[in-house]
């Protein structure tokens, strides 16, 4: 493996959500990287993870992606995504593609083998224990995100980042681990049923009294944050990298710029 | 013939369901308590992991023996006096039953809970020929009275609020006399479960010593011993197979387990997952009928297998499928359940097991919907006590529907061209740096949109919010790496 400095070389696969909607999570994301001893690059060529197609049962477009990402991501030490979901699709899904071509489940393997979800990469991989953040006097509540939680076992990790930022208080709803009913193409096709079962959530998430909700993925987050604002909700709606990096200068997720009644 | 189908129109159901004051209140039980309490037992039993491994252990080893399981369990059953009736579709499975009910000169039969019988349509072919069948399972017989299918496998009627179920006895028995008080017509009922419960089982008590036949499913098979075991928590399923004559067990093939070992395996962690309790209160294991030295009992004891496209399972990614002990576990935690109830997926079995089966048996155009209906959250395998890849399979059957054109174009399409996009990284960039730009002019106002066009799906219970800023992550980072070169 090719290192410099002996610092790892980390690429960091940015999420479609985040390229779009979201990229001061990207940025975050290479802060608390960066702070925490790695060298990052964002390589270019990069796009999806391919999940769409994958659960839409499109596994030949589904595996030609897969083969880009692998590609792309060949060099690097790790790989690491903002996001438990498409995290989970490389490193859980991506060798069964290519069960008849072994020269690619071979590879597919190995970026499996390097391929983390953030919180669980920062926690799990480089033993950070804490981040270095201004304290920030908030109350939140955190969304379990179902693949990174089922997936990939994340859970502990972004508690445990969140404890060491001063003044943070962590209010549990009562069922966190509870999908949030996006579903990624789902929330379109069944929206009806998406938007019932995100207005549990959002009961759960209004009834824990906390003024912001945390989660690892855009997906949750933009229906989440989509449902609250809906309601008309002062819960504020941020990925947690935005906070573990300090970055919550920029509007909360589906607020403005121009100013929000809090 | 068998239970009217009507997952075709699973949209339109679900539509309805979300509608359904009184399924909403009676969801709420399950997802909560009924939910917690698989958890809280589980938790007290520390080899409860262990004991999932080994239950998958066994299913899996009897799956690749599966001939050799069922011919030992009917060489055992025969031994024991009892008869094993092989029957490879639900015509086949009626018309045996049929015939061994008319050898009684049946005109009465009493049921336990079997959803094998819903899957063959057992209730209303035996009242085409003649025959009353009378649910005993008080769940069963209560939606036998409201003409329903039940909503859930192991509480049928579950979607059944207690003042639905008063209305229903009092339209029902009309005859019904309080308890205790000869002569004094009971009238408006009570909503107390405990008076509910009493009266159905007044009114069912005559109905075991009336019937001619007893019909009921079974859990599990033994091989060893040739017996059939059923799992209740009322003792309706006693009394429905040891009072009449006749006993007639109907299950599927692939409830044979080798051995009574094997059962307190798998019964440890049956009831856990379905109900949270330890043991369900009724674990009633017959074999065979009655023996001279017996004081009571069947003298006929029949077992009518239904294969139904299972052994065609065997093998695909399917085969997980037949492990499935109907504990209810995965429909208990299912998110989409609990928003739509059971009756809204439109035949036998609901919830994750039913979107994942129910393609397989009344086909994929038909079904299509339900293995999409899912969010693939995961907590169904999650819960699943014999580890079935639920959401794998669902995606199999995504990708035979894609396969084979019948996703509908309109969706596939948009795949495809998405699809496409991906794979070409710089029309990519061009059409997400064109859509962003437009999706944050419009809503940089209020950081959100209320409509969108197109997205009718989600911007009608939710707003969308707006790209942080007109430019992707990707364009920021690069003009960010060229202004520090």
């Given amino acids: ?262 | 013939m068998s239970m009217q189908i009507t997952a075709q129109n699973f949209e339109a159901n679900a539509a309805k369901a979300l509608k359904d004051p009184n399924l909403r209140k009676a969801m709420q039980i399950i997802g909560g308590p009924m939910a917690s309490r698989r958890v809280e037992t589980a938790r007290e039993l520390p080899e409860f992991e262990a004991l999932r491994d080994e239950g998958v252990k066994i299913k899996n080893h009897v799956l690749k023996h599966i001939d050799l399981y069922l011919e030992k369990f009917e060489q055992q059953l025969t031994a024991r006096g009892g008869k094993l009736h092989w029957c490879r579709t639900p015509r086949e499975a009626r018309e045996t039953i049929l015939a061994l009910c008319r050898s009684r000169n049946a005109k009465l039969v009493t049921k336990g809970k079997s959803m094998v019988t819903e899957e063959i349509g057992l209730n209303a072919f035996l009242e085409e020929h003649g025959i009353t069948p009378v649910e005993t399972d008080l769940g069963e017989y209560i939606i036998q009275l409201a003409h329903e299918p039940p909503s859930h496998i192991i509480g049928p009627a579950l979607h059944k609020t207690r003042e639905q179920v008063a209305e229903l006895f009092e339209d029902h028995h009309p005859d019904y006399e309080l308890p205790n008080m000869p002569g004094v017509k009971a009238g408006p009922r009570s909503t107390e479960p405990q008076v509910l419960v009493t009266e159905a089982r007044q009114v069912l008590r005559d109905r075991y010593f009336q019937a001619d036949v007893g019909i009921t499913g079974a859990n599990f098979l033994i091989a060893e011993t040739g017996a059939t075991v059923i799992v209740t928590n009322e003792g309706n399923g006693d009394l429905t197979q040891s009072l009449p004559k006749m006993h007639i067990a109907v299950s599927s093939i692939e409830k044979v387990i080798p051995n009574l070992e094997d059962l307190s395996t798998i019964l440890r962690i049956l009831a856990r997952s379905a109900t949270g309790q330890e043991m369900s209160c009724y674990t009633t294991l017959s074999c065979g009928p009655k023996r001279p030295e017996d004081k009571d009992g069947p003298e006929e004891f029949h077992v009518v297998l239904l294969d139904n496209g299972r052994s065609e399972m065997l093998g695909t990614a399917l085969e997980p499928l037949l492990r499935c002990i109907r504990c209810g576990a995965c429909m208990n935690n299912c998110p989409v359940y609990h928003s739509v109830g059971g009756h809204a997926y439109g035949w036998v079995y609901p919830g994750p097991i039913g979107a994942a089966l129910d393609p397989h048996m009344i086909g994929l155009e038909t079904a299509r919907h339900l293995p999409n209906a899912s969010t693939f959250c995961g907590k169904c395998e999650e819960v699943c006590p014999m580890r079935i890849p639920l959401p794998d399979v669902m995606r199999w059957w995504r990708e035979q529907a894609h396969e084979k054109q019948i996703t509908p174009p309109l969706q596939r399409w948009g795949i495809e061209a998405w699809a496409f996009a991906a794979k070409h990284p710089w029309l990519y960039r061009l059409g997400a740096g064109i859509a962003i730009g437009l999706l944050n002019m419009l809503g940089k106002d209020k950081g959100r949109l209320a409509s969108l066009p197109l997205a009718g799906g989600w911007t009608d219970g939710r707003d969308f919010p707006a790209p942080q800023s007109a430019s992707t992550f990707m364009s920021q980072y690069k003009s960010k790496q060229g202004a520090a070169r």
Wanted: hydrophobic share 40%; charged share 25%; proline share 5%.
């Fill in chain 1, 1 to 262: 493996m090719s290192q410099i400095d002996s610092k790892p070389r980390v690429a960091l696969f940015v999420t479609c959500l985040v390229d779009l909607f979201r990229p001061s999570v990207g940025f975050a994301a290479i802060k608390l990287m960066e702070d925490a001893g790695c060298v990052v690059e964002v390589p270019e060529a990069q796009v999806c993870c391919g999940q769409p197609a994958y659960n839409s049962g499109d596994r030949n477009d589904t595996a030609a992606i897969a083969k880009q990402v692998i590609e792309v991501f060949e060099d690097y030490d790790y790989v690491v995504a903002p996001s438990g979901s498409c995290g989970g699709m490389i490193k859980d899904h991506y060798p069964a593609l290519f069960a008849a071509e072994p020269d690619w489940q071979r590879r597919a393997e190995d970026l499996s083998g390097r391929m983390h979800e953030l919180t669980s990469f920062l926690v799990d991989v480089l033993k950070i224990q804490s981040v270095q953040t201004a304290p920030q006097d908030v109350k939140i509540t955190y969304h379990d995100s179902c693949s990174g939680l089922r997936e990939l076992g994340v859970k502990a990790q972004p508690r445990a980042l969140l404890e060491s930022v001063q003044g943070l208080e962590l209010v549990e709803m009562q069922t966190p681990e509870t999908c949030c009913g996006f579903g990624g193409t789902f929330c379109v096709k069944y929206g009806e049923i998406s938007t019932d079962i995100v207005s549990r959530k959002t009961a759960d998430i209004n009834a824990t009294g906390a003024d912001l909700l945390l989660a690892g993925d855009m997906g949750c987050l933009l229906n989440m944050a989509g449902k609250l604002k809906r309601e008309g909700s002062p819960v504020q709606v941020r990925h947690v990298a935005e906070v573990l990096a300090g970055m919550t200068d920029l509007p909360a997720i589906g607020e403005s710029s121009l100013g929000e009644s809090k």
